[in-house]
C-alpha cells in the first residue's frame, strides 16, 4: 500500500465513535497525529483549524495552530479557537475532554481499531463525518484492492512462524487484538501470540 493510500500510521488510527450526523463542522481541532493524517487524506484539511505539536504529516499540518500534546492539551486555547468539533484520541485527558462539552464543544471519542476492515469503516465515518464521503469511499475502495492483491500474493508462499516483540517489562507480543496482527496477516506470516 502506497501513501497515497492510507499513511502507514493511518492503520493505529482511533476508531471513532460517531453518532448521528448533523451539520457539517467548519473548525475542527485534531488531538493526535493520525486524526491530521486522515483529516488532509479525505481532504477536509481547510476544516482543520488546529492540531498538536506532534502533527507534522503531511507537512502543511506543521503549520496549523497548535494546542498542545497529545497527552496534555490547552483547552482554554481551544475554547478561544471556538471548534465545533473536537477529535479526540484515546491519550486524550478524559477531564479536558469534559471541560469542552461542558462548554457545549462537541467531541468525538476514538479507541483502537483490530483490523484493516475496521480501519476502512473509520476512514468512511471520518470522511462523511466532515463531508468528504466520497473521497474517503474512493481511499478506502483502493486500499482494499491493494490489500487484496497482497493477500493473493502471499496465499500461496510458505507462511513463517511470527514472534513481534512490543514490550519488555514485562515481555509481550502482539496478539490478535492488536492490529500488528493484521501487519503479520498481511504479510504473510502467522503470528505465534494470535491464539
Excluded at 493520525?34 to 487524506?41: F, G, P, V
Excluded at 517489562?169 to 490478535?176: E, I, Q
Aim: glycine share 6%.
Amino acid at each position: 500500500m502506497n501513501r497515497s493510500i492510507l499513511y502507514p500510521t493511518l492503520f493505529f488510527f482511533l476508531f471513532l465513535n460517531i453518532g448521528n450526523a448533523g451539520t457539517i463542522p467548519r473548525r475542527v481541532v485534531s488531538l493526535s497525529p493520525i486524526i491530521t493524517e486522515t483529516i488532509y487524506l479525505v481532504g477536509a484539511e481547510k476544516q482543520l483549524i488546529a492540531n498538536t505539536t506532534y502533527c507534522n504529516v503531511p507537512k502543511p499540518a506543521q503549520y496549523k495552530e497548535k494546542i498542545g500534546s497529545v497527552i496534555q492539551m490547552n483547552v482554554e486555547k481551544i475554547i478561544r479557537l471556538k471548534p465545533d468539533l473536537v477529535i479526540a484520541s484515546a491519550l486524550s485527558r478524559e477531564k479536558q475532554l469534559k471541560m469542552l462539552e461542558n462548554l457545549s464543544i462537541p467531541v468525538i471519542r476514538a479507541k483502537n481499531p483490530k483490523t484493516f476492515d475496521q480501519m476502512c469503516e473509520i476512514t468512511l465515518d471520518l470522511g462523511k463525518t466532515l463531508g468528504c464521503l466520497d473521497q474517503a469511499a474512493r481511499i478506502t475502495a483502493r486500499a482494499k484492492h491493494e490489500a487484496g492483491v497482497i493477500l493473493e500474493r502471499t496465499a500461496p508462499l510458505e507462511k513463517p512462524s511470527v514472534f513481534l516483540q512490543i514490550g519488555i517489562k514485562p515481555l509481550h507480543s502482539a496478539n490478535k487484538d492488536m492490529f500488528i496482527n493484521e501487519y503479520i496477516r498481511y504479510g504473510g506470516g502467522l503470528n505465534i501470540a494470535e491464539h
